[in-house]
T-cell receptor
Framework: NAGVMQNPRHLVRRRGQEARLRCSPM?????VYWYRQLPEEGLKFMVY????????ESGMPKERFSAEFPKEGPSILRIQQVVRGDSAAYFC?????????????FGDGTRLSIL | DAKTTQPNSMESNEEEPVHLPCNHS???????IHWYRQLPSQGPEYVIH???SNVNNRMASLAIAEDRKSSTLILHRATLRDAAVYYC????????????FGTGTRLTIIP
């Protein structure tokens, strides 16, 4: 089942380090979304990307967070100088745009823990 | 995006039908009604979506009120694997389709 693949599944970082989260969309999907889920809370939209373009980053914190989706390779969510409050589950989803209102297919997330 | 309201939690007995309600009184004419669910320790999973007519697929049925101000997700025969948080989400046909998750309904299945 070539679904959305996220790695690593679990990531532990110390305060001040960098975290890099990877997402490979489903085959044929060129639209990627990142969401964050804080403990005991719902998912919050962060950023929407198409190949090589950021379409909507209205949910991204203004500092330390960045995302890319290069022409080749997975989408990367990068968090610089991590702090305890960055501890969360980060989910990636992909969709196809051939038809409107296509469902988003989610990966199983990366659980980031900050020591 | 228009807001949805769902009960915080529901319980159902195994092998019985489950009706999960969702109110969306400010829905616009171009909003689709989507349902996702999130099983423990997993990412959300698409369940079903519709615009005006009732919809059926292998997972569930979606009943949409005539005025579209409410909808009901129907699981015809609940199993223990259906225990999850169910989210009702409105998506504009003209938006960029980012999903706005509310608090959802936590469904507990009683064996």
């Amino acid at each position: 089942n070539a679904g959305v693949m996220q790695n690593p599944r679990h990531l532990v970082r110390r305060r001040g380090q960098e975290a890099r989260l990877r997402c490979s969309p489903m085959k044929g999907h060129s639209h990627v979304y990142w969401y964050r889920q804080l403990p005991e809370e719902g998912l919050k939209f962060m950023v929407y990307l198409q190949k090589e373009n950021i379409i909507d980053e209205s949910g991204m914190p203004k500092e330390r967070f960045s995302a890319e989706f290069p022409k080749e390779g997975p989408s990367i969510l990068r968090i610089q100088q991590v702090v305890r409050g960055d501890s969360a589950a980060y989910f990636c989803a992909s969709s196809s745009k051939e038809l409107s209102n296509q469902p988003q297919h989610f990966g199983d997330g990366t659980r980031l823990s900050i020591l | 995006d228009a807001k949805t309201t769902q009960p915080n939690s529901m319980e159902s007995n195994e092998e019985e039908p489950v009706h999960l309600p969702c109110n969306h009184s400010t829905i616009s004419g171009t909003d689709y009604i989507h349902w996702y669910r999130q099983l423990p320790s997993q990412g959300p999973e698409y369940v079903i979506h519709g615009l005006t007519s009732n919809v059926n697929n292998r997972m569930a049925s979606l009943a949409i009120a005539e005025d579209r101000k409410s909808s009901t997700l129907i699981l015809h025969r609940a199993t223990l694997r259906d225990a999850a948080v169910y989210y009702c989400i409105l998506i504009s046909n003209f938006g960029n389709e980012k999903l706005t998750f509310g608090t959802g309904t936590r469904l507990t299945i009683i064996p």
